[in-house]
């Protein structure tokens, strides 16, 4: 059970972009499974009311983490758009990754979709499902810091799957590395504050810089 939890998103991804080629049926798939797969495991495998289901959901005292996710979110931001800024001519083949996303969907109103859900959608169910639900799973069998790590590891295992295809070799698996730091600092800041929001905050900023990437750099 506990391998389908961590691979399953990663799959999700790669039914998506690498075998179908599709954004829109990959945010379908991916989000469909962060969304469903906690319900499913609680109220049906595990025959647990809704309240026992959601208790992984973490929002107590919001406010003292909201500092610490606008300027880690910040930083991120300034980092990602300064980092292909100054490189983007060495890591980044327009010929390239123009065509393969206009393949995987993103044009038109497609790219407002994407816009929307990497800025909303994207860090509100990635955070409930890695800093929540899996988190709260984790450390019950395995402790704390195993518990960071594993969220951080398989959390940017899937990104690998859509960086290699946008970016030069090593550059693309690279970029995997600040994902995985970003993801053991969101554990730890979930812990810290027992709450999601911080880390949401902080993960839709870095989202914002990714989306400028592409409108600056690679449009």
């Known amino acids: 059970m506990r391998f389908i939890l961590y691979y399953g998103p990663s799959v999700m991804i790669f039914i998506g972009l690498q075998v179908f080629s599709s954004v829109p049926l990959t945010f379908w798939l991916f989000y469909s499974w962060l969304c469903l797969v906690p319900l499913i495991d609680g109220l049906i495998i595990q025959r647990k009311t809704w309240r026992e ?3 992984w959901i973490c929002f107590h ?32 083949n327009k010929e390239k990754a123009i065509p393969l996303l206009e393949e995987w969907g993103i044009t038109g109103k497609g790219i407002i979709i994407m816009v929307l859900v990497l800025v909303i959608i994207n860090p509100i169910l990635e955070e409930t499902y890695w800093r929540g639900y899996m988190h709260t799973k984790i450390v019950e069998r395995k402790g704390l810091r195993r518990a960071i790590f594993i969220t951080a590891f398989f959390y940017s295992l899937y990104h690998l799957l859509s ?36 880390t949401m905050v902080s993960h839709s900023l870095a989202d914002i810089g990714i989306v400028c990437v592409y409108f600056f750099f690679i449009r």
Not at 65 to 72: F, N, R, T
């Open 53 to 55: 289901t959601l208790n």
């Open 61 to 92: 005292k919001p406010h003292h983490s909201i500092k610490l996710g606008l300027i880690s979110g910040v930083i991120a931001f300034v980092s990602i758009l300064g980092g292909v800024a100054v490189l983007h001519d060495l890591i980044i």
């Open 163 to 198: 960086l290699v295809p946008i970016f030069e070799w090593p550059v693309n698996v690279l970029f995997v590395i600040p994902v995985f730091v970003a993801g053991l600092f969101w554990g730890w800041m979930r812990h810290k504050y027992n709450t999601m929001i911080g």
